[in-house]
């Protein structure tokens, strides 16, 4: 009915159904979680041997998308289930100019074994769902860079496996009310290198910001990281460090997105949301293959001819705004603890514009030293 997602076993049982029936979808046990359980990463346009898998992506055109990270945002784990229905059912003449699509079913295996109804109170639907915690109660989209987790070890197998051109990690927003159903977050403008920051805000972007809406009905708009309380403060770009999955992506250049649908929308609508997201994202890579590729080698020689690195980011004050559907907001008094709370009044829509903090300035720079040394 729409409001439902499915368990660890049933989402197994699904790409195995799936790779069982197609030669072009594929399905590999990638390694252990933290849980025991095993963590799986499905291929479209795969083959069965894995390396010649492998190999085809790091030589064409590649995406890698992630769901599951946190199990109680689940928008993710259905809309790459439809993805792979889609695709199963897709002419060969058009298969053949798809991307080779990764799909991480379900990385948070111990959050997706420990469902439940009520760990995302302010969320609608599903009726049940995995917990944000993975069975070490780690927060797995923090762990990125620490590796606490077997689950991160057995990520960066899948990463490096792949070497995706675009990276998408799927997620559910907590917080303020909107007229949007999606919101997406981007890495920092100012600190990606010019050829694929190019690529990514003057061509990928618009592409997305002009077609979601004409063809699905979804306007999108950044994540609502909020200035203040209330969105008269306006908003500022979030800073996807890399102990974020999305972060971790940007650190070898693949265009990064982590996609947030809005908790206060029905669950499928979440899902149809997130999945136009990923359709629209794969049809732009379709034309834009060879771009993408240029885009990404000029990135890394910009990188590596560098003699210093710029690091700890910060808002540079610069003034800039943009147009946003929000809802009005009011102060009522709590029949609960007799507090003032902030709400918004769905009755009451706008559109106007808002500040946007976009530009980031780098606090400092780091010598690039000639080698470094790991310890064990």
């Known amino acids: 009915k729409g409001n439902e997602t499915p368990t660890y076993e049933e989402v197994v049982d699904f790409y195995e159904k799936f790779s069982q029936q197609r030669e072009d979808i594929a399905r590999y046990n990638m390694g252990s979680s933290e849980y025991g359980l095993p963590l799986y990463l499905c291929v479209l346009n ?8 492998f190999l085809n992506a790091r030589n064409g055109s590649t995406i890698l998308i992630n769901n599951g990270i946190h199990p109680g945002e689940p928008c ?24 080779t699509v990764g799909i991480i079913t379900g990385y948070n295996v111990g959050g997706m074994k420990n469902r439940g109804a009520y760990s995302r109170a302010n969320q609608d639907g599903p009726a049940e769902h995995g917990f944000r915690g993975n069975a070490q109660n780690l927060d797995l989209n923090r762990d990125f860079i620490k590796m606490d987790s077997e689950n ?15 990276f998408i990690d799927t997620h ?16 920092l403008y100012d600190r990606m290198p010019k050829p694929t920051r190019d690529l990514l805000f003057d061509n990928m972007l618009p592409y997305l910001k002009e ?3 004409k063809k ?34 940007d650190l070898f250049n693949a265009l990064s997105f982590t996609t947030e649908a809005h ?3 029905p669950f499928e609508e979440r899902v149809r949301s997130t999945y136009s997201f990923l359709v629209e994202t794969l049809a732009w890579m379709v034309n834009h293959g060879d771009e993408i590729e240029k885009a990404r080698t000029a990135a890394f020689k910009e990188q590596l001819s560098a003699n210093k690195y710029p690091v700890d980011f910060s808002y540079n004050g610069t003034e800039d705004s943009i147009l946003f559907k929000g809802f ?15 709400y918004y009044d769905r009755d009451q829509p706008f559109e106007r514009y808002i500040p946007h903090h976009f530009r980031y300035d780098a606090a400092r720079e780091v010598d690039v030293p000639s080698y470094y040394v790991v310890g064990g």
């Open 263 to 265: 908790m206060l929308k």
């Open 76 to 99: 993710g784990i259905n809309a790459s289930m439809q993805l792979v229905i889609e695709f199963s059912n897709m002419p060969e003449i058009g298969k053949k100019n798809f991307p």
């Open 172 to 187: 559910t927003t907590n917080g303020a009310d909107y007229q949007y159903a999606m919101t997406y977050i981007v890495p």
């Open 46 to 53: 795969g083959e069965k041997d894995s390396t010649k898998t």
């Open 152 to 166: 991160m070890w057995t990520f960066a197998t899948i990463f490096h496996a792949l070497d995706p051109d675009v």
């Open 328 to 342: 009005e907001w009011t102060y009522k008094t709590s029949t609960l603890t007799e507090q003032e709370r902030l």
């Open 216 to 249: 699905w009905n979804y306007d999108i708009t950044p994540y609502v990281s909020m200035n203040g309380e209330t969105l008269d403060e306006g908003i500022h770009a979030f800073n996807p460090l890399p102990r974020y999955a999305m972060g971790y992506a």
């Open 211 to 213: 077609n979601m809406p």
